[in-house]
């Protein structure tokens, strides 16, 4: 019991967040100094989004780095202040000079948001404490939160990366079963299809954070990550596997009428998805898996095929299924990967410098954003004599997001949990409690708060606003003076940030749309080459497998997040939600063709060349028409070669190729309607794809 608790994703956060953010101010109660202690626990909100709680083989390195960004933000906003530099011009400046921090890399563009907060945090602090106090707070608050996570991670090694795994194995559990014990109903892809690329995205998606936790922790030199490592490849191996397809739904329909293959299948599928999910919660919770066998669910499943011969369904479930049990029962993979295959680093500064000065840089536009609307806030603040304007600035800061959705969201679960924290708030301030009581409180809703964080932001909204209206309290004796300013400020805040979304250098996603298209062809393309060309590398193969997937994500994110977007075309993102669905088909084929060259079931040189300039011209015919803006008969220029059909039965290779060129076929179509029916406006005026 006491496992599911400790190692349980959600309660092993928010234990550690609460333990970080509350010791010191339990500290500082027991020493007298109550005012020291709840400012100091204000520095781990700055690191929590700075992202240096991540484990990471540079760990340290990052944590100086943080603190000494935090300390620098902190003094200058309060010497430019007390030179009476005016705030929108310090906030303006810093955010443009700390936004070369997103050229770099990834996870460094989290520091520009934490040091902006950082400096918006000392605003309330400026004239009550010397101007060396509080960039010293940030320096020792960052080595506290860095010690303690340091610690905790020892002592819960490898959480971070069995939690993901955990989830990992269970997507693929309700993908498998959603995809195996519903035949008879996935007869109409505008119906059945678009909940099973769902979830096989979010597979995708896991399997990309895991590449990135692999990359932070060089997991590959690593002995005490060996064992999850291989958990990995076998992942790996389990979505080759499952999200391969055959495609052909009057054959399923056919050996359905002729046997019991459906109930079959389904006892396949189940018995996998439960081994799939005992697994996901042996690894979470550090327990040895018990012993599997599925002998008798695969014996029916050759009996049918030995049965039906002529009918490519039952050879197909069962060679699949074969093989995934065979990786569950050794759990081991079929063949070792390269896990590190694309060794990602980090722009050096100067580098990053010249690209950051270049209109096309997305830091520079983040940056450029963040500035605009804190200049913005801070200017309305003075208008209406607000001095110090902290709460609005960290609001914006706190709700703003990559993406349109993702931004709109967060600002619904922050002005609604707001309003719902003052109000618990303002009728409690009425009692007469003792301190310890209130402490003893504030710890227990910081707990229950940061439980759903990650999946109900809003409710730990409330929680947070109302511990904040009593460390006022605590404070300043002012918690009840704190209650409708500070609502107005969050309305205010959110305001900003989502017409920041909107109409500073927006990034939507339907104009992303063309280049992730035609970029998702371009892996397809390469894929195509090497397993219908001379490479036969294992490694090679699977790493460009992984790249198709990758791209079709990509792809299939874009267009979901389109889909929430105001005014949107709806014609033409539904033309594009078909496309979309027949490249993920192209994506299971080439999953099945990649085991397939593994397994050395290859095509002669001959007919595979064939093949192969077949694929090519019509994928250069799908990348036309997504590129250019012009009739379709002078942009499709290469025509289509036959591809060489000859008498006699074709391979299961072969009939991946022709299943490829059929969905290739389709998609020229689709392009040529989505393009008469594209927006007007922004991306979509040039006529020409271009990087960036």
Known sequence: ????????????????????????????????DLQKGLLFSLVPACCNIAGLDTPHKRFFKRLIVGGSLFALSSFLIQWLS?????LPVTLFAMALLLGVTGEIGPLHARLLPASLIAAIFTLGLVGQMPIWAPPLLYIAGTFWYGLFNWFWFRLWKEQPLRETLSLLYRELADYCEAKYTLLTQLTDPETALPPLLARQQKAVDLINTCYQQM?????????????????????????????????????VQKL???????????WNAQTIAARLRELADDMLYHRMPPRFSMEKPLQGLEKIARQH??????HFCYYHFSRIARVLRTQRPLYRRDLLADRQRRLPLLPALRSYLSFKSAALRTAGRFAVMLVFGSVLALAFNVPKPWWILMTIMFVSQNGYRATRVRIQHRAVGTLAGLAIAAATLRFSVPEAVVLSVMLVITLVSYLFIRKYYGWATIGFTVTAVYSLQLLALNGAQFLLPRLMDTLVGCCIAFGGMVWLWPQWQSGLLRQNAHD???????ALRMLLGDEHSPQKLAWQRVLVNQAHNALFNSLNQAMQEPAFNTRYLNDMKLWVTHSQFIVEHINAMTILAREHTMLTPELAQRYLQSCEIALQRCQQRLEYDGPGQETNILE????????????????????????????????SLAWSQRPQHGKWLVRRLRKG
């Open 82 to 86: 007390l030179h009476h530099l005016p």
């Open 256 to 266: 359905v009428e002729q046997s019991h293959a459906e109930a079959v299948i389904r």
């Open 640 to 671: 289509s070669q036959e591809s060489g059909q000859e008498s006699g039965a074709i391979t299961i290779m072969e009939r991946h190729v022709r299943r490829i060129l059929e969905h290739l076929s389709v998609m020229h179509t689709i392009s």
């Open 215 to 251: 990359h932070m922790l060089a997991a590959n030199r690593d002995q005490s990550h060996q064992r999850l490592t291989r958990a990995f490849q076998v992942a790996l191996d389990l979505q080759e596997h499952i999200s391969v397809s055959l495609h052909q739904p009057t054959e």
């Open 309 to 314: 011969p002529e009918n490519p369904v039952g």
């Open 520 to 526: 998702a062809l371009e892996a397809d393309q390469e």
């Open 1 to 32: 019991m006491w496992r599911r608790i400790i190692y349980h994703p959600e309660v092993n956060y928010a234990l550690r967040q609460t333990l970080v953010l509350c010791l010191p101010v339990a500290i500082g109660w027991l020493l007298g």
